[in-house]
């Protein structure tokens, strides 16, 4: 059973570009989760997601960022025109559906932004 | 979700136990204990949760107080690959994970 993929590993984007980071939870998985990791810093939650809806957004910027999972495909972060500030890695995460109420959540390995 | 509480760094001697600690004073009765590890820039690495009871599994065990105010995460046998930075989270099932600071465990030679 694969675990959580995420492509690309690296992405090297220009300022004003747009990146576009992909997700593909673990089968059987219906809830992806996102977090980006600052440089030298913790993880931050950005945004959830189950199956063509979002459930909890609450960090994530207003602007420029967005993310989807739609019935058929892998889960996308887009990040419109991208600044220096945006460089960090972006970790996906992967839960199956809620059991006893806890379930873990399962990380892929990322994928490293960065803008120049 | 409650606030944990752990120590900035631990060293342990390979082949020995590792015992890390977790204060979650404020930890309310669904909340469950998890732990996770970054293992240099990887991604986390789920090790372990639980509620009230320990709990054991290949990576480690967890001892959750009675109170269930603390809790300590267990790795029987260090080794050098298990150097790493460790995550105490309390959170009730399905909500996002909030990473603090964690426990840098430096597993020595």
């Known amino acids: 059973n694969a675990g959580v993929m995420q492509n690309p590993r690296h992405l090297v984007r220009r300022r004003g570009q747009e990146a576009r980071l992909r997700c593909s939870p673990m089968?059987?998985?219906?809830?992806v989760y996102w977090y980006r990791q600052l440089p030298e810093e913790g993880l931050k939650f950005m945004v959830y997601?189950?199956?063509?809806?979002?459930?909890?957004e609450s960090g994530m910027p207003k602007e420029r960022f967005s993310a989807e999972f739609p019935k058929e495909g892998p889960s996308i972060l887009r990040i419109q025109q991208v600044v220096r500030g945006d460089s960090a890695a972006y970790f996906c995460?992967?839960?199956?559906?809620?059991?006893?109420?806890?379930?873990?959540?399962?990380f892929g390995p990322g994928t490293r932004l960065t803008v120049t | 979700d409650a606030k944990t509480t752990q120590p900035p760094s631990m060293d342990c001697a390979e082949g020995r136990a590792a015992n890390l600690p977790c204060n979650h004073s404020t930890i309310s009765g669904n909340e469950y204990v998890y732990w996770y590890r970054q293992i240099h820039s990887q991604g986390p690495q789920y090790i372990i949760h639980?509620?009230?009871n320990n709990e054991t599994n290949e990576m480690a065990s967890l001892i959750i107080t009675e109170d269930r105010k603390s809790s300590t995460l267990i790795l029987p046998h260090a080794t050098l690959r298990d150097t790493a930075v460790y995550y105490c989270i309390v959170r009730v099932g399905g909500n996002m994970l909030t990473f603090g600071g964690g426990t840098r465990l430096m597993v020595k030679p």
């Open positions: 089968k059987g998985h219906s809830h």
């Open positions: 639980g509620l009230k």
């Open positions: 995460a992967s839960s199956p559906p809620l059991l006893r109420g806890s379930y873990e959540q399962y």
């Open positions: 997601l189950q199956k063509e809806n979002i459930i909890d």
